[in-house]
């Protein structure tokens, strides 16, 4: 990096609202720029954010800056979550423009020019990161761990250690999958344009296809089929534990592991646990809805929604509505009470998961509204926030879903923020505000102050 600020650290500790506050980190900030994106590491320990100045665009980590560029991004727009650092944090990564081409950088390294980039993914056990990316003649590329791997048409996936990979290309107007270099195809075109679903550095894998009319399904070299329609798996894990639907005779039909679940007029979603001891999936019997949970049925409802197991499998929870105009949470087949409204995704750290589980089943959280009104339901207590959904402008529970924090934002005209936690509020803040819960349970929070960028650990947990 170039261009680096100085920085200092600061180690003193007080009292802040009956906890214990610890300011570690300041990195000064460069009079006359406004900071964006403002990210603290699931540590607590590094903040990231860029500016913009004179028109160029710049990225200062701990205080090293680096550009000038004509855009900056990180953020995976399919997951909505800014974490493009190795788990040691000793690598960062992002994405920049410059004169109509994108780049990657992580840390000095550069990667480019691309006609078309996305930011670059770390993996979980600190070894070496991936992108993919179009080249500057528009040919498909993945980079993983230094080989440059690619297809014509190619939609690639990276197990989360680095030691699998795969992806769906066309070529020659068929369809092929591609697993640890081995292609499996031709196939005709239009059964999808997903990559295959990875576990096991690799070794377990699931895709679907399309031959003859017919469709089919491979699971780790076992072939299922044909049907009339089939959609890629869902695996657990460690790929032990899998399911699919699929339509035949015009019926919908589930195969977990194997086993057929009988006909219905439509499978809407399905799920395997973590661990792969549990499975459930959402279907309509004559315009009602039931979830099908380890084999026993539940509903009858007007509708069921985000489904969502604990990482052991011991928890399960989705939304439903029923004969009234509240919505409801089930856990565990027991009926939470009703709601105007449920948010299926408030304070999970992925857009797609749904009710909050924490990996023991132990713990669960939720948040809906009444009026203007929202409330969160944590481990049976119920908390009424300040501000309302248009305020609330980040919210998360931690891992075990026993704790919650959100940033609220002043209405229009107010530049005040705070970070509230079930029992606490620190601020106002008048710039950008982040939090992060880190490992140890506790809370991280960075905020812009005059000149520099604070990072804070609120102590939570004694």
């Known amino acids: 990096m170039k261009g680096a600020v100085p920085f200092f650290i600061a180690a003193f500790f007080f009292q802040f609202a009956g906890l214990s506050l610890s300011q570690t980190t300041s990195f000064a900030v460069e009079r006359g720029v406004l900071p964006r994106a403002l990210t603290v590491t699931a540590s607590g320990k590094s903040c990231v954010f860029w500016y913009s100045k004179h028109n160029k665009e710049y990225v200062s980590i701990n205080g090293s800056v680096a550009g000038p560029y004509d855009g900056v991004d990180w953020m995976d727009f399919m997951n909505y979550i800014p974490e493009y650092y190795s788990p040691d944090e000793t690598q960062f990564g992002y994405l920049f423009k410059k004169d109509g081409k994108d780049f990657i950088a992580v840390n000095k390294k550069v990667h480019g020019p691309f006609s078309w980039a996305r930011p ?81 550095g690799g070794s377990k894998f699931g895709f679907s296809y399309s031959v003859g009319g017919k ?117 565990n087949g027991t ?31 939720y948040a809906y509204r009444e009026g203007r009104s929202i409330h ?36 229009e005209g107010d530049v005040k923020r705070y970070v509230k936690t079930s029992s606490r509020s620190f601020g106002p803040y008048t710039s950008l505000v982040d939090f992060s819960f880190t490992p140890d349970g506790n809370l991280a929070i960075a905020s812009i102050r005059g000149n520099s960028v604070m990072i804070q650990k609120v102590v939570l947990r004694k």
């Open 120 to 200: 670059p993914r770390f993996f979980r056990n600190g070894e070496g990161y991936w992108f993919n990316a179009h080249t500057a003649d528009s040919r498909p590329l993945l980079y993983l761990n230094g080989r440059e791997l690619g297809e014509e048409t190619m939609v690639p996936s990276v197990t989360d250690d680095g030691r699998g990979y795969g992806y769906y290309f066309r070529k020659g107007g068929k369809e092929y999958y591609c697993v640890n270099g081995n292609n499996y195809g031709p196939y005709d075109i239009g059964q999808s344009m997903n990559s295959p679903a990875l576990r096991s």
């Open 335 to 365: 009926d939470l009470g009703g709601h105007e409204e449920v948010y299926s995704n408030w304070g999970c750290k992925h857009w797609r998961d749904g009710i909050a589980l924490s990996g023991d089943g132990k713990g669960y959280g």
């Open 215 to 331: 469709s089919y399904v491979n699971v780790s070299g076992t072939v299922y089929g044909p049907y009339q329609w089939a959609l890629m798996p869902a695996m657990s894990d460690g790929g032990d534990t899998f399911s699919f639907y699929y339509k035949k005779g015009g019926r919908y039909y589930v195969c977990v592991n194997g086993t057929e679940y009988e006909g219905h007029d439509m499978v809407h979603s399905h799920a395997v646990s973590g661990d792969g001891s549990a499975f459930a999936f959402v279907f309509t019997k004559k315009n009602r809805y039931y979830v099908n949970v380890n084999g026993t049925v539940h509903g009858d409802c007007d509708y069921i929604q985000a489904p969502t197991f604990s990482k052991n499998g011991a928890a399960f929870a989705y939304i439903f509505k029923k004969g009234y105009r509240e919505e409801h949470v089930s856990l």
């Open 376 to 411: 969160v339901r944590m481990n049976g207590k119920v908390y009424r926030l300040q501000g309302n959904a248009e305020s609330i402008l980040k919210k998360q529970f931690n891992s075990t879903v026993s704790e919650f924090a959100y940033i609220l934002g002043g209405g």
